[in-house]
């Protein structure tokens, strides 16, 4: 997390920009990479934890709380993941963000649990969270001290840490970029790789770099997933420009990797239920961490609606080939290859009124003279009408439209 600020202007300049940009810097700084190839011989270098063949999905902290957290709360986090059957349906890890710790630690220099707030120790809440068939996740610092400089980063002290995140039974670990030495996160994230692999568990390794050294192009080998942006906001301008920003990267992600373009606000009052729609569904098509950020111990049935669809899930956690975006002034199309033949897609109207959206069917991969069913996601059914060739939907303001795409004939 740092200072959060919205990127404003059209979605084709700032493509252009994007693409001039990191061109550039890639150029520059970095030695090609081959995004098709296998990156199995790369990850066995530093990572190799097993973890996130699927997107993350659970729950954090910050959005929604920020510092106002404590061990109460977390347990009744934990209760309410199961007692909603969202934990049924994979959100599994309950993280920890900034604020949980003292801020210096004890003579032995390790980490010390806020005593006003988590009084019982990390340990004992772990212990909680897992005997409820959940994961409980913590937060550090690549950094002297963390973002909210309320407690001591990890910079100096990564082999304490992680040997302690791993007595406590952690199972994921969200590290932050503040308050660093100046040097660049190439030098400072594999450190904390290398001691949580010495650590003796597996935890889900989570670079919290806010996308500015671009780490979807150096993250497969350090991590299991990798901020693509700074921090979201519970605006509309905010969600769709990380979209776009996450977007850039698909390619890089895959198995083991994941591009994080942050925490879902669904719930949290800023947007409208169209856009927390659009919001869940470019976060599922994308392939990005599905980390819950409103207080679900108190859910409206419309948030519940949103974050239990079981059908936009699906999408998210089950495997396949890297999807395309076709920008348009107001208006987007986002696909991507399914299992037996089927393309995920999205209609989505940026613009300011209700508007027609046509996918052809040679632009998203389907060949052209198909005949198709489609499942649209958020109605939950099967359309009756067959698509020969495109598929056109109304689609209203700041929403969006989902089907799974079947050729049939």
Avoid at 74 to 85: F, N, P, Q, R
Avoid at 131 to 147: P, R, V
Wanted: hydrophobic share 40%; net charge neutral; aromatic share 10%.
């Amino acid at each position: 997390m740092k200072t959060r600020a919205s990127v404003g202007g059209l979605v084709i300049m700032f493509v252009l920009l994007m693409v001039m940009t990191i061109s550039s810097y890639v150029c520059a700084s970095f030695p090609p990479l081959q995004p098709h190839r296998d990156n199995s011989l790369l990850r066995r270098n530093l990572l190799a934890n097993s973890l996130g063949n699927t997107p993350p999905m659970g729950w954090n902290s910050w959005n929604h709380f920020s510092c106002g957290i404590d061990e109460k709360m977390i347990k009744e986090t934990a209760d309410a993941l199961v007692s909603t059957g969202l934990a049924k349906l994979g959100y599994k890890y309950v993280n920890i963000d900034d604020c949980w710790a003292e801020i210096a630690r004890d003579t032995k220099g390790n980490l010390v649990p806020k005593k006003s707030t988590f009084p019982s120790g990390i340990k004992a809440l772990a212990d909680y969270v897992h005997g409820k068939g959940l994961k409980l996740g913590i937060y550090s610092d690549a950094g002297y001290l963390t973002c909210s400089k309320t407690m001591p980063g990890s910079l100096g002290y990564e082999e304490t840490d992680a040997k302690t995140f791993a007595s406590w039974g952690i199972d994921y670990l969200k590290y932050d970029n503040c308050n660093n030495d100046g040097s660049k996160p190439t030098v400072r994230y594999p450190v904390m790789t290398r001691a949580l692999m010495k650590a003796g568990r597996p935890i889900f390794f989570s670079l919290c770099e806010w996308g500015d050294l671009h780490p979807a192009l150096w993250g497969a080998k350090v991590g299991n997933s990798w901020r693509t942006t700074n921090d979201i906001a519970d605006t509309w301008e905010s969600m769709v420009s990380r979209a776009d920003m996450n977007e850039f990267y698909a390619e890089y992600a895959r198995p083991g990797g994941w591009n994080d373009p942050d925490m879902l606000e669904v719930g949290n009052g800023g947007m409208n239920k169209s856009e927390y729609i659009v919001h869940f569904s470019i976060w599922a098509v994308s392939k990005a961490p599905l980390l819950i950020g409103c207080d679900v111990r108190n859910a409206t049935k419309e948030t519940m609606e949103i974050i239990g669809n079981k059908e936009v899930i699906a999408v998210n956690q089950v495997h396949s080939t890297k999807g395309l975006v076709l920008f348009f002034l107001f208006y987007q199309i986002w696909a991507g290859a399914l299992s037996s033949y089927r393309v995920v897609l999205v209609l989505l109207n940026r613009g300011p009124s209700r508007n027609p959206i046509t996918a052809n069917w040679g632009d998203i991969g389907i060949p052209p003279n198909s005949v198709v069913e489609a499942r649209d996601l958020w109605e939950h059914k099967t359309l009756k009408e067959r698509f020969v060739g495109n598929l056109t939907a109304y689609v209203d303001s700041h929403a969006c439209k989902m089907y799974v795409l079947k050729p049939i004939a």
